[in-house]
């Protein structure tokens, strides 16, 4: 198995609701991210996840909120977003943070509509 | 702080022919470099990535790279296209050692015309 497994694939939200991305891999790696993508950008890196523990927060706002129960998950809980938070929610793993070269596994997003 | 540029963002290219999409970067320590590939609602894909030694890296689906650090460049090619490569490409820094964020360029499109 070498997916990244992303859920939903399409979630439209008020700006008051609360809703949570769910990213899963099954390949043993222990380092896991979110990137959020707008359309005809490249994407930003939000977290990093090494070893269940976060390990790079770029300066994210609080609405957005990761978490890492175990090592196959990743979950970004979302509440009181804007409509500019509207993007694709992109998360990856790697084998290992920050030893020699790791290849990133992408999964294909979740595209998030904020009305 | 490292910062990539893909000067063109788009490249129109006829079936079968030849292409070249191109990346320069900035970096004022040694970098690892990326090219990742993104079909139309898809994640990102690594096509090839330059670590150390040979400057020429081959990737899959019949891509490749150069590396040249005098010129800070790492353009992407492909001798003969196909209508399936038609998508987003980005060039990617990734400083070595260091802390391990990615840095992408602002993409490629790549639309092959029959």
């Known amino acids: 198995d070498t997916e990244v497994t992303q859920t939903p694939k399409h979630l439209v939200m008020g700006m008051t609701n609360k809703k949570s991305l769910k990213c899963e891999q099954h390949m043993g790696h222990r380092a896991m991210y979110w990137y959020k993508q707008k359309a005809k950008k490249p994407p930003e890196l939000m977290f990093v996840y090494s070893y269940e523990k976060l390990s790079i927060n770029e300066s994210v706002p609080s609405r957005f909120s990761p978490e890492c129960p175990n090592s196959s998950l990743l979950n970004l809980h979302l509440h009181a977003l804007q409509p500019e938070d509207s993007a694709l929610y992109l998360c990856?793993?790697?084998?290992?943070?920050?030893?020699?070269?790791?290849?990133?596994?992408f999964g294909s997003g979740t595209q998030l509509s904020v009305l | 702080a490292q910062s990539v540029t893909q000067l063109d963002s788009q490249v129109p290219v006829f079936e079968e022919a030849p292409v070249e999409l191109r990346c320069n970067y900035s970096?004022?320590?040694?970098?690892?470099l990326f090219w990742y590939v993104q079909y139309p609602n898809q994640g990102l894909q690594l096509l090839l990535k330059?670590?150390?030694?040979?400057?020429l890296v081959k990737g899959i689906n019949g891509f490749e790279a150069e590396f040249n650090k005098s010129q800070t460049s790492f353009h992407l090619r492909k001798p003969s296209v196909h209508i399936s490569d038609t998508a987003e490409y980005f060039c990617a820094v990734k400083r070595v050692g260091g802390a391990q964020k990615l840095v992408f360029g602002q993409g490629t499109r790549l639309t092959i015309n029959p």
């Open positions: 990856a793993s790697s084998q290992v943070l920050g030893q020699f070269e790791e290849k990133l596994f």
């Open positions: 970096s004022s320590v040694s970098v690892y």
């Open positions: 330059y670590l150390s030694g040979s400057t």
